[in-house]
C-alpha cells in the first residue's frame, strides 16, 4: 500500500499545519520505487534521487526529468516530517536546498507552497 502525503487532521502540531496543497496523493510509483519512504527517511531518499539524477545527466550531457517527481515527493516528505517535529529545521533546510536546485514545473510549485506556509507558521529557511 503506498504512503499518502496527508495534513494533520485539523489539529495543530505545535503551531504547524502542512499545507493543503501538499496533503494531495502522489502516484503510487513515487513512493514504491525506493525503500526509503516505508522507513520515513525522506532526506535520505531526497539526497539519492539528487544524486541518481547528477549522475545520469552527467553520463547523458543532457538534463533529465525523471528523478524529479520522486525528489520532489521525498522532499515534501521531509515538510510532512518536520511538522510532526520528527526532523529538524536544519533538514528542512537541507531539503529545500535539494528542491530549489531542481527546475521542473512540480518542484517550483512545491516551493512556492512550502514558502508560503512557512510564512504562515514563522519558520525560517
Not at 29 to 35: A, D, E, G, Q
Not at 63 to 79: D, E, F, L, R, T
Not at 85 to 107: F, G, N, P, T
Request: proline share 4%; aromatic share 10%; charged share 30%.
Amino acid at each position: 500500500m503506498p504512503l499518502a502525503i496527508t495534513a494533520t487532521g485539523g489539529r495543530r502540531t505545535r503551531g504547524r499545519r502542512m499545507p493543503a496543497q501538499l496533503a494531495k496523493p502522489l502516484s503510487p510509483h513515487c513512493y514504491n520505487k525506493i525503500y526509503f519512504f516505508s522507513l520515513e527517511d525522506y532526506l535520505i531518499a531526497a539526497k539519492a534521487f539528487d544524486e541518481m539524477e547528477k549522475r545520469e545527466n552527467r553520463i547523458n550531457n543532457q538534463q533529465n526529468y525523471n528523478y524529479s517527481k520522486p525528489k520532489c515527493a521525498a522532499c515534501i516528505g521531509v515538510v510532512k516530517m518536520f511538522t510532526a517535529d520528527k526532523c529538524s529545521l536544519d533538514e528542512l533546510r537541507e531539503a529545500m536546498r535539494i528542491l530549489e536546485r531542481d527546475k521542473s514545473s512540480e518542484a517550483r510549485e512545491a516551493i512556492k507552497t512550502i514558502n508560503k506556509w512557512a510564512m504562515e507558521v514563522n519558520v525560517y529557511f
